[in-house]
């Protein structure tokens, strides 16, 4: 039972986790970059969303669709208006 236990943790690499969680400043390093790219990442995919949705809506309020058209023209001119 207990070679199987010590097989099983030396094959998860058991012992280079416990130095690496000894070792705070790679622990607050590495989370600071994991954060930074999470940021990074979610702030270009809202830029990329909210850009696609601004075309698609735009496309919609072209296609003179009787209210839905007016609607989002309207939704449009809010937007414009805000930049």
């Known amino acids: 039972m207990l070679n199987a236990l010590t097989v099983k943790l ?3 690499n058991f012992m280079n ?3 690496y969680i ?3 400043k ?4 590495r989370s600071f970059v994991m954060g ?3 940021g990074l990442g979610a702030a270009v995919g809202f830029s990329l969303l909210g850009a696609a949705a ?4 735009q496309l919609v309020s072209e296609s003179n669709l009787p209210y839905i058209a007016d609607f989002i023209g ?3 001119e809010i937007i414009e208006r805000k930049k």
């Open 10 to 12: 030396e094959s998860t």
């Open 26 to 29: 790679k622990v607050i390093w």
């Open 17 to 19: 986790y416990i130095e």
């Open 22 to 24: 000894n070792n705070g």
């Open 54 to 57: 601004i075309y698609v809506l």
């Open 36 to 38: 930074l790219a999470r």
């Open 74 to 76: 309207r939704i449009i």
